[in-house]
């Protein structure tokens, strides 16, 4: 099919690219494909790669699920579209086009056609009886879906719980999980699923009585419980690390860590790995790669009123790595707070969360978030009663609030894209005085 045959936003072909689209989210995940972030297709990115051996990038993806808004629709090329067919069990493209017809507008130009035939009394007669059969049917089917829904979502949510039997430990992990139940269960087990908050794809159901899960990275870890593609329960996982760990990861490798084994004494000022040490590790440094440095242990500082401040220096210019980006997570006992700085020009990728607060610089304006460090600077982040605010070489950029606490301080991450540094670390809590 040439593209440029392809016309508007509404012609079978764009309808049968919905179609696969939605396929595609289906296997991935159960989120709809309009609440999907930058993290999701960065996913997909990689799960296609290692699937079908074909580069997407996310900015390619996003294009083609239509997040990111062109004067025109974008459509494909076929080795594209056979790549997203390949994906979700078909053989190419054509396969795909074959088992899934699409007769809409046939239909709808069929029934203009009868309805011209039609006297112009008879048609608005019609039209009127239609409208109010309709109207009383979905009346009477959205009540009584609202009813089933409600009740079988209530007894759900009170009679079946998410359990890790082993949640504490140190990386590498396999947590199990399981289902517990109140009385008897009133839908099969397979119809509930795990996302493991790990980024990685997501157990498929709960065919078994047990669910293994390996987790290769410190952290704190809030997996969520489905029940199809309803949230009923949640649970956590808690791995330590020992002291300051270095983790690298490729950008299309979901499948793996590669840890950096080099120590990190206490009272060291200068937390930093090298390209060696990185290419030693088995990262192919000519591609995008991420390296993380994270130090969990459990603390009584609480992660709504502290302050934590660091010289950060993002990568220099490299393969893979354009914008410099540097995300800064810090694990609570409930949730977790999560900030993503990057490049000015490159603030369509940063984002934050902050407990049940969270923003996309692909939806919202997160200029404020958009700072070169490739040089170095002063970044201090101070929580007070839940108040943010965010501070580059002293100045004041961005100030945010939430509402739930998340507790404790469990521990922190820095996230590097490629090889960056940081210096000077400092976290205390802001009443007490406790230091990390």
């Keep these: 099919m040439d593209i440029h045959s392809v016309q508007g936003e509404n012609s079978i072909f764009f309808q049968q690219l919905d179609m696969c689209c939605q396929k595609v989210a289906l296997k991935v995940g159960d989120k709809d494909i309009a609440e999907w972030k930058n993290s999701d297709y960065v996913r997909l990115s990689g799960l296609l790669h290692r699937q079908t051996k074909v580069n997407l990038s996310e900015n390619t993806l996003k294009r083609i699920f239509g997040k990111l808004k062109t004067s025109t629709r974008y459509y494909p090329q076929k080795a594209t579209r056979d790549a997203l067919a390949q ?100 839908d099969d087990s397979s119809n509930f699923n795990i996302d493991f908050a790990d980024f990685k794809p997501k157990k498929s159901n709960f065919k078994d009585s047990l669910v293994n899960h390996y987790y290769e990275a410190p952290g704190m870890y809030f997996p969520v419980l489905y029940h199809n593609k309803t949230p009923i329960d949640t649970a956590s996982v808690y791995l330590q690390s020992k002291g300051w760990d270095i983790i690298a990861t490729m950008q299309h490798d979901t499948t ?48 709504d009123n502290f302050e934590v401040s660091a010289n950060i220096k993002t990568s220099a210019n490299r393969p893979g790595v354009r914008c410099s980006q540097v995300d800064l997570i810090i694990y609570g006992e409930k949730d977790l707070h999560y900030l993503s700085l990057i490049k000015p020009e490159c603030v369509a990728w940063s984002t934050f969360k902050f407990s049940e607060i969270e923003q996309d610089g692909d939806k919202n304006d997160l200029r404020a978030l958009g700072h070169d460090l490739t040089n170095g600077a002063l970044l201090k982040l101070r929580i007070e009663n839940k108040h943010v605010k965010l501070y580059i070489e002293n100045k004041e950029v961005f100030t945010t609030s939430y509402n739930k606490p998340i507790g404790k301080l469990m521990g922190i991450k820095i996230l590097f894209a490629g090889i960056g540094s940081f210096q000077n670390f400092q976290l205390s809590d802001i009443k007490t005085g406790e230091k990390f």
């Excluded at 409208?131 to 079946?160: P, Q, W």
């Design 256 to 303: 793996r860590v590669y840890p950096i084994f080099k120590n990190i004494e206490k009272e060291q000022q200068n937390y930093l790995v090298s390209a060696r040490e990185v290419l030693n590790a088995g990262i192919d440094t000519n591609k995008t790669f991420f390296v993380s440095f994270a130090n969990v242990k459990p603390t009584t500082i609480n992660a």
């Design 87 to 186: 994906f979700i069990g078909f053989r190419d493209w054509y396969e795909f086009e074959l088992l899934h017809p699409i007769t809409k507008e046939k239909n709808v130009a069929t029934q203009v056609e009868n309805n011209k035939q039609l006297p112009e009394k008879s048609i608005k007669k019609k039209k009127r009886y239609t409208t109010l059969f309709i109207g009383v049917g979905i009346f009477l089917l959205a009540v009584i879906l609202s009813l089933f829904y409600f009740y079988k979502s209530d007894d759900f949510i009170s009679n079946v719980k998410l359990v890790c039997l082993n949640p504490n430990g140190q990386v590498p992990h396999s947590a199990i999980f399981k289902l517990d139940i109140k009385g008897t269960l009133t």
